[in-house]
Every structure is written in C-alpha cells, then in structure tokens.
C-alpha cells in the first residue's frame, strides 16, 4: 500500500531544511542547506530574500524525490519559518526591493524607545506584547520612502508570506497568524492589524499582508517550481510548531527549546491571561489558529545559554565541547558558594536590562573545571528557571510538565538542574531536531485528514527520558532565592 506524508519545509534563521513526515508521525531523512546572514552594522541583521526561497525550493525537491524513491504519495505541504524577519518585493518581477530584515535588527531600538512610554499600555492590552526593539512595519515604512516604488507593485510581508507566494506560482498572498503574531501590531482577540500603529509607524495599512489561520487556505503548491501541486494545507512560526511537536495540547503544558538561546512557552487556552506586561519578557501569542479559533500561549526567552558554552569552548577555550562541559558536571556536586550568570547578552526575564552583563563569583584556588563546568550548567539552569517561573506567574496555573529538546537538552547535569530548579518534570523528547518540522506538519495533516486530530498525530512519538525533581520543595524555595540575591548583586 502506497504511504502517504506531508512535504515539510522548516527555513529557520541560519538554514533551511526539508523532509517528509509520514502518517506514522514519524519524519523521513532531512534534506538541509545553510542561509547567510549578513552584519552590516551592529545593529543591522540582513539575509538575501532570494536565497532564502533558492535554498527552501532545493530542499524542497530533495524531499519530493525522496518520497517519489521511497513509494510515499505527498498528499500536502506545510512550511514553518523564522518570525519576525520582513521583507519587501515587486509583485511585477517577484524580486526584493532590499535586503530581508532579520528579526534579530535592532537599528530602530532607540526610536522605538521612545514611543514605549504611551504605546506600552495598549499594545500590551491589544497585542500581548510591548513596543519592544524591532518594528517590522517602521522598517518597511521607511523602505517605502526611499524606494520611490508604486504602492501597486509593492509586496510586503514576513518569510512565510514570501515563500508562499513563491511557491503557490504567485497566487496566495497572506501571513499565518502565528507569523503576525510576531510582527507586531497583530490583535490577539481581534485576528487583525492593529491599524493606528501601523499609522503611526507610518506605514500605509492596505500594504499589511492579510492573516489567516495557520491551516487556513495557502492555495496550491506549483508544480513547475516543486513538480507537485498540493495543498499547502499549515503554515506557522516556527517556535508555535514545537509547541505542538513536543505536545502542549493542554493548559499548563509547557516546552523548553535550547538552541543558542532558550524559548520557554506554554499553552494557555482560549483567552489571553489577565495582567500581561507585569513581568518583564513574558509575550502572550497565537500558540496556533485553526478553524478560526485561537489557542493562546506564552513565551519567555533566555538569551545566552548554547551561545554561553561556545564562548567557553570556541572563544575562551576552557573546555573542549559542550559535551566535556555536561560530563565534568555530572561528577560535580552543585556549588554553595560559587555563581555563575549568564547574562553576557543582557537580561529580558524577571526584569529586562539589555546592558546586564555576566557574573561569575565565589572563585578561589580551590576551583577546578569540574566546579565551574557545574556552576555555569547551573547558571543557565537557574536563567532558565527564571522564565518558567514567570510563565506560571503570568497564566495563574501550575506548569504541569515540560518537553524540551534541541542541542543543550542532550545534557542530563542540566536537565536534572532545571528540573530540581523549576521544581517541574522535564521530559528529554526523542526527536527535537525535527520538532518544528513536525509540528506543522502535524497541523497540516489533520487538516487533511491523516490523524483524526493533533493529539492523534503527536501520540505517535515516542516517550522520551522523564527528570524529576530531586530537592526538596523547601530546599528549592532556599536556593532559588539565594539565586535572585546573586542575580540582583549582578544587575548592581
């Protein structure tokens, strides 16, 4: 009997990669190339829009000629992308207007700042998010004063949007919502643009892509550019397709991903919690849109965690691999009197100082690579600890589990710390490199009926390793708040 998948396009801020996700959940062989990203400046962060969608078709074919090898009929596609980074093009000739802007471009930080004093409050009511340091609208704004192009050519649009384009041969032109989400200017209750700041940025509203359901109709996919035409049946954010991966079906469950740095979110329900904006770095999202129907989700990020061990073994050269880092501690006690903070890219969650810089305390010649390989795990576990315990805050429940997976989650010493730290069980998922692969996938498959619904297609994972807390609920209260004295003693 001929198997039927999903052709599955994750294009993330350094690489993009494909695969085919079977009805038995499970992914076929991932099909990846690396994307450029461009510093000009320090504060500019650019890729080249025309790659990204070079490199996502390559991919893109791989798979297909894998599935066509391998006797496995593509019945649909999903596509799942970096958010944030926006991008402007010709609808005549489908080239960019200028370099793509990538989410991590700060150049207008400190206008922005400026603005937050007034915008603050109603964009947190309306959109579950602040002002902050990036405007993708503001950029277009001023892209569109320099161009001089005809509002009638132009195209504008996040990574999603512009793939889609592309690849439905030009026929859909739209942005899922999970995507503008994290544009900015995206009303949660409202699944629409916030129209006076969008005015006030100074961009022309009729020139903002429309939302859709992230399963909603992304057209067709073209057959002259993939050799296929199906259904391009989910389209999502990448982060709230690891949501769904790593199963945060219910309110209150939640996921870690760690890659250079650490998204913590966790799935809410139906309405936005109350009180958003009391704690610094906690967003309120579209966890995913389905049948016009929102379910909503937190999330707090950790700046520094893989980058805090590639500045050890890269740039510092005191430790070999992250994985010397992980054995050293396993044998090593957690330290009393020795800390380590690993703000070295600032600090967002509790409170948000950009200009915070990293500690390490308590040394003496007593110190080995075995202390410091613990105290720094334990640090990123404590940072992490941080954005949990400001998750739980926020949404008024307890976290009742926690998935995690990418490159740091194949450390026992840190899960077992987040975990003790957290006071949570953190669950090691068998497969996180494909996790936001799949989670669109997943979407896109019960919309077309390969699973009766996403609990059906997550329940084909395997179970994956279970650390539970070991410390004592009054221990945990001590050292967690001997932890915020050092925090605090750091930001002084």
């Given at each position: 009997?001929?198997?039927?998948?999903?052709?599955?396009?994750?294009?993330?801020s350094?690489?993009?990669?494909?695969?085919?996700?079977?009805?038995d959940?499970?992914?076929?062989?991932?099909?990846?190339t690396?994307?450029?990203?461009v510093?000009?400046?320090?504060?500019?962060?650019?890729?080249?829009?025309?790659?990204?969608?070079?490199?996502?078709?390559?991919?893109?074919?791989?798979?297909?000629?894998?599935?066509?090898?391998?006797?496995?009929?593509i019945v649909?596609?999903?596509?799942?992308?970096?958010?944030?980074?926006?991008?402007?093009?010709?609808r005549e000739?489908?080239r960019?207007?200028a370099?793509?802007?990538?989410?991590?471009?700060?150049?207008?930080?400190?206008e922005?700042?400026?603005?937050?004093?007034?915008?603050d409050p109603?964009?947190w009511a309306?959109?579950?998010?602040?002002?902050?340091?990036?405007?993708?609208f503001?950029?277009?704004?001023?892209?569109?004063?320099?161009?001089?192009?005809?509002?009638?050519?132009?195209?504008?649009?996040s990574?999603?949007?512009w793939?889609?384009w592309?690849?439905?041969?030009r026929?859909?032109?739209?942005?899922?919502?999970?995507n503008?989400?994290?544009?900015g200017?995206?009303?949660?209750?409202?699944?629409?643009?916030?129209?006076e700041?969008?005015?006030?940025l100074?961009f022309?509203?009729?020139l903002?892509?429309?939302p859709?359901?992230?399963?909603?109709?992304?057209?067709?996919?073209d057959?002259?550019?993939?050799g296929?035409?199906?259904?391009?049946?989910?389209?999502?954010g990448?982060?709230?397709?690891?949501?769904?991966?790593?199963?945060?079906?219910?309110?209150?469950?939640?996921t870690?991903?760690?890659?250079?740095?650490?998204?913590?979110g966790?799935?809410v329900?139906d309405?936005?919690?109350?009180?958003?904006?009391?704690?610094?770095?906690v967003?309120?999202?579209?966890?995913w849109?389905?049948?016009g129907?929102?379910?909503?989700?937190?999330?707090?990020?950790?700046s520094?965690?893989?980058?805090?061990?590639r500045?050890?073994?890269e740039?510092?050269?005191?430790?070999?691999?992250?994985?010397?880092i992980?054995?050293?501690?396993?044998?090593?006690p957690?330290?009393e009197?020795t800390?380590?903070?690993?703000?070295l890219?600032?600090l967002?969650t509790?409170?948000?100082?950009?200009d915070?810089?990293?500690l390490?305390?308590?040394?003496?010649?007593?110190?080995?690579?075995e202390?410091l390989?613990?105290?720094?795990?334990d640090g990123?576990?404590?940072?992490?600890s941080?954005?949990?315990d400001a998750l739980?805050a926020?949404?008024k429940?307890?976290m009742?589990?926690?998935?995690?997976?990418?490159?740091l989650?194949?450390?026992?010493?840190?899960?077992?710390?987040?975990?003790?730290?957290a006071?949570?069980?953190?669950?090691?998922?068998?497969?996180?490199?494909?996790?936001?692969l799949r989670g669109a996938?997943?979407?896109?498959?019960?919309?077309?009926?390969?699973?009766?619904s996403?609990?059906?297609a997550v329940?084909?994972?395997?179970?994956?390793?279970?650390?539970?807390?070991?410390?004592?609920?009054?221990d945990?209260?001590?050292?967690?708040?001997?932890w915020q004295?050092?925090?605090?003693?750091?930001?002084?």
């Amino acid at each position: 009997m001929t198997r039927r998948g999903i052709l599955a396009v994750d294009e993330g801020s350094t690489g993009t990669r494909a695969a085919v996700v079977g009805e038995d959940g499970v992914c076929g062989p991932s099909f990846y190339t690396a994307i450029d990203v461009v510093h000009p400046e320090p504060s500019r962060v650019e890729q080249d829009a025309e790659q990204l969608l070079r490199h996502t078709v390559d991919v893109a074919r791989q798979a297909v000629a894998w599935a066509r090898e391998n006797d496995v009929e593509i019945v649909g596609m999903s596509v799942c992308t970096q958010r944030a980074t926006a991008i402007l093009w010709d609808r005549e000739t489908g080239r960019p207007l200028a370099p793509a802007v990538v989410w991590q471009d700060t150049r207008y930080a400190a206008e922005l700042a400026k603005l937050a004093p007034d915008w603050d409050p109603v964009l947190w009511a309306g959109t579950g998010r602040p002002v902050g340091t990036r405007a993708p609208f503001l950029w277009a704004a001023r892209q569109l004063d320099q161009l001089g192009v005809p509002a009638d050519r132009v195209l504008f649009g996040s990574v999603d949007t512009w793939l889609v384009w592309h690849l439905s041969g030009r026929e859909r032109y739209a942005i899922s919502a999970t995507n503008a989400v994290a544009f900015g200017g995206y009303r949660l209750r409202e699944h629409a643009w916030d129209q006076e700041w969008l005015e006030r940025l100074g961009f022309p509203v009729e020139l903002a892509p429309p939302p859709l359901d992230d399963d909603g109709d992304f057209g067709y996919t073209d057959p002259d550019l993939l050799g296929i035409r199906v259904p391009i049946a989910a389209v999502m954010g990448d982060q709230h397709a690891s949501l769904i991966a790593l199963g945060a079906l219910t309110p209150g469950q939640g996921t870690c991903v760690h890659g250079t740095g650490t998204f913590v979110g966790a799935l809410v329900g139906d309405e936005p919690p109350d009180g958003l904006g009391e704690l610094d770095g906690v967003l309120c999202l579209v966890g995913w849109r389905s049948a016009g129907h929102s379910r909503f989700s937190l999330e707090a990020y950790t700046s520094t965690t893989g980058s805090a061990l590639r500045w050890l073994t890269e740039d510092l050269g005191l430790f070999g691999s992250a994985a010397e880092i992980s054995a050293l501690a396993a044998a090593q006690p957690s330290s009393e009197t020795t800390w380590f903070v690993p703000t070295l890219a600032g600090l967002r969650t509790p409170v948000l100082r950009p200009d915070a810089r990293g500690l390490l305390v308590g040394l003496s010649l007593a110190t080995t690579r075995e202390v410091l390989a613990r105290v720094v795990l334990d640090g990123i576990a404590h940072a992490v600890s941080d954005t949990v315990d400001a998750l739980r805050a926020t949404m008024k429940r307890p976290m009742t589990h926690l998935r995690a997976g990418g490159g740091l989650a194949a450390s026992d010493a840190l899960l077992q710390s987040q975990a003790d730290f957290a006071g949570v069980p953190i669950e090691r998922v068998a497969d996180s490199a494909t996790a936001s692969l799949r989670g669109a996938a997943y979407l896109a498959g019960t919309r077309l009926g390969l699973w009766p619904s996403l609990g059906d297609a997550v329940g084909h994972q395997k179970p994956g390793e279970v650390f539970e807390p070991r410390l004592p609920e009054d221990d945990r209260r001590e050292l967690r708040a001997r932890w915020q004295d050092v925090l605090a003693t750091s930001l002084s």
